[in-house]
């Protein structure tokens, strides 16, 4: 019954499902994993102490960001260079842009530093002059943005002056000194009338949030890919093995056979030598079907008649 497991067509489907099965459970794994990954890392950063209450340390020691260093008091020593404009920042759902200056140190390298927000859209609102001369500043550390950070406008084309993302690759390009993979946003504007703080934001890939739980839509959504393939297997096995049941049990017909010799479509059906439309089934002398000595397929067997002529040797 089971034997149509070995035509090629069966030994493909076998084969996919083989493959498939596995492979949707290990990406349904790698999504779960994912998931969990955020909520030990969200869970240790609701463990860590607020920034302010943690002790600065330099730049050079909290490089590179992660997400333990990220959030951290970072101080830096030296004077402001090039200033640039982010727009479309918002802080408590209004709209706004950053300040943002190149803080040039004795090593050469530029820390960005975030002074502030301000309401409005830049060029039309006035920015507060940056400190001269040389200047300490302590700030929290943050990674350097990309494209899926909220807020970044990464389509370009912004006026001399902005950017839309604060990040060293695109600012090394804006200015003629190295950039520190990393960036300060001060909690001390030190100028309290006009621009306002920006908080630190937590790490991405750390929070619970709706990436976060697509990840667990995903992992569910592969475990049901690799149920269905197992029920659309057993399925088609199930119908297959119907169909050959049905075909030994006679109750359906082999439409791949050949007709049955006995049938009505027989060859002796109307060629045989004992076919109604032989030749002697009208050359009886009565004019009967049945006259002829090749009627039934043998010679006459009825009594004779001694005062009856003799018919079978006729003259002609």
């Known amino acids: 019954m089971y034997r149509f497991l070995l035509t090629p067509r069966w030994w493909g489907i076998n084969l996919f499902v083989v493959l498939a099965i596995p492979f949707c459970v290990f990406m349904g794994t790698w999504q779960l994993g994912r998931f969990e990954d955020r909520v030990q890392t969200h869970a240790a950063a609701e463990k860590q102490p607020a920034p302010g209450t943690r002790a600065a340390k330099p730049i050079d020691d909290l490089l590179p960001v992660d997400t333990v260093t990220s959030g951290r008091p970072a101080t830096a020593t030296g004077r402001y260079a090039d200033q640039f404009l982010v727009p479309g920042r918002e802080l408590d759902d209004k709209s706004g842009f950053y300040v943002l200056n190149l803080l040039r140190t004795d090593s050469g390298k530029a820390l960005p530093v975030v002074r502030g927000w301000l309401p409005g859209e830049p060029g039309r609102t006035a920015v507060p002059a940056a400190p001269t001369g040389k200047v300490t500043v302590t700030g929290d550390l943050q990674a350097s943005e990309n494209a899926g950070t909220a807020g970044v406008d990464a389509t370009g084309g912004l006026p001399h002056g902005q950017v839309g993302m604060i990040s060293a690759a695109s600012l090394v390009n804006l200015v003629p000194y190295d950039v520190y993979d990393g960036w300060v946003t001060l909690q001390d504007t030190g100028a309290a009338d006009a621009l ?56 359906v017909a082999d439409t791949d056979g050949v007709a049955d010799t006995d049938g009505v479509a027989g060859p002796d059906a109307a060629a045989g030598p004992d076919a109604a439309a032989g030749p002697d089934a009208a050359a009886g002398p009565d004019g009967g079907a049945a006259a002829g000595p090749s009627a039934k397929g043998g010679a006459d067997t009825r009594p004779v008649d001694p005062a009856e002529p003799d018919v079978s040797v006729g003259a002609v």
Do not use: I, S
């Open 196 to 251: 306002r703080p920006v908080p630190a934001a937590a790490p991405q890939g750390t929070g619970l949030d709706l990436k976060a739980f697509q990840n667990l839509g995903y992992t569910g959504e592969w475990f049901v890919f690799a149920g269905f393939v197992l029920f659309m297997w057993f399925r088609l096995l199930r119908r297959e093995a119907e169909a050959a049941r049905d075909l030994k049990l006679g109750l």
